[in-house]
């Protein structure tokens, strides 16, 4: 018997391929969406949203994917959980191996498989992920007026987080594990003239400190000496980079240097005709929610009129 070829399929649930589901379900193209390891994306570990229009009291990041996935559901999103292994994008239609060893034909794919903020992986970052532990300034420094916050790493997204922290932290400081930044010159000039920010070389977090209930300060530890230095704070912001989630395209689809999925400009094509990509897996410079969501009706769009232009 002949299998099923989808018209599309969406690889990720976060607010990109929620969005697209969306758009393409309107069009009465029956999307198939793969929910990926973590159904819901990065916001299903935020516990407050408030700069997502709409939401004036704010929302929790669960209680916002809950309410797009029930939205793509309306509109006949078909949702599958798993992840994707493998992709064969040298066939026609392209062929999709989920993690149970199942296959899905498709003729257009769209990409939403986001990227994850590299951590440190010591226990207590998890615990107070959410409680004064972050990997984004511009979702969360709103909530640290007046305070005391850390911020670890050394190249030029530290520079970027420590500086629009200062907007409202009282006092930031700039943890690096080696003696010098590797910012470029311009960043790391403009974070030293800032009277807010204070710096920390040749130190590694050893335990973030806390309550039980939120982050109370750092303990630090001196990479020569090895001597631990405990310190007070209200909020720990990791700035060590992000890794797209595309490692099962490597070699078949055009990507940059980090990783991320190439589009062509003013559009969400890759660089294989029928595939899409959208969110953080293609957008290494805003990573917000709502630029996620607008790249996810982008790739909704051309994936409708690619699939126009070969019936």
Same mark, same amino acid.
């Given at each position: ?11 990720g649930t $976060?607010?990109a391929?929620?969005?697209?589901a969306?758009?393409?379900?309107r069009?009465? &193209? ?11 994306? #990065? ?18 990041g669960p ?6 996935r029930?939205?793509?559901a ?7 959980f $798993? ?13 999709l191996? &989920?993690?149970?060893?199942? /296959? ?11 990227a994850?903020a590299?951590w440190?992986?010591i226990?207590?970052e ?12 511009t979702?969360? $420094?709103?909530?640290?007026r007046?305070?005391t916050v850390?911020?670890?790493g ?7 987080e ?8 009282s ?7 080696r003696? !010098?930044?590797?910012?470029s010159?311009?960043?790391?000039l ?10 920390m ?11 039980? #209930? ?9 990479v /020569?000496?090895g001597?631990?230095?405990? &310190? ?5 912001f990791?700035a ?6 595309? #490692? ?5 689809? !055009? ?15 890759t660089?294989?005709?029928g ?32 699939? !126009?232009s070969?019936?």
């Amino acid at each position: 018997m002949e299998r099923e070829v989808r018209d599309i399929v969406i690889i990720g649930t $976060g607010p990109a391929g929620y969005t697209a589901a969306i758009y393409t379900g309107r069009a009465n &193209l029956n999307p198939l969406v793969i929910d990926g390891y973590q159904p819901g994306g #990065q916001l299903m570990i935020t516990s407050e949203i408030e700069n997502f229009p709409g939401f004036p009291e704010g929302i929790a990041g669960p209680e916002l994917m809950g309410r797009m996935r029930d939205q793509a559901a309306k509109f006949n999103a078909e949702f599958v959980f $798993g992840s994707v292994t493998e992709a064969d994008l040298s066939r026609r239609p392209f062929c999709l191996t &989920l993690e149970d060893g199942s /296959e899905v034909l498709a003729r257009s794919v769209i990409i939403a498989t986001g990227a994850n903020a590299k951590w440190l992986g010591i226990e207590s970052e998890d615990r107070y992920r959410g409680r004064g532990v972050s990997a984004c300034a511009t979702c969360d $420094g709103f909530f640290f007026r007046d305070s005391t916050v850390f911020v670890i790493g050394g190249g030029d997204t530290a520079m970027e987080e420590a500086l629009y922290l200062t907007k409202f932290a009282s006092r930031v400081v700039l943890v690096h594990r080696r003696e !010098e930044f590797r910012s470029s010159k311009i960043m790391s000039l403009r974070a030293s003239k800032n009277p807010k920010i204070t710096t920390m070389l040749s130190r590694t977090v050893d335990e973030i400190l806390g309550d039980g #209930q939120k982050v109370t300060g750092i303990r630090l530890k001196h990479v /020569e000496t090895g001597e631990l230095e405990e &310190l007070p704070c209200d909020g720990v912001f990791m700035a060590i980079g992000h890794a797209p989630n595309a #490692q099962m395209f490597a070699g078949q689809i !055009e990507t940059d240097d980090y990783g991320y999925i190439v589009t062509k400009k003013a559009s969400t094509e890759t660089s294989v005709a029928g595939v899409f990509a959208c969110g953080d897996v293609q957008d290494y410079t805003y990573r917000q929610a709502v630029t996620a969501v607008g790249t996810g009706c982008m790739a909704a769009v051309d994936a409708e009129r690619f699939l !126009e232009s070969i019936r």
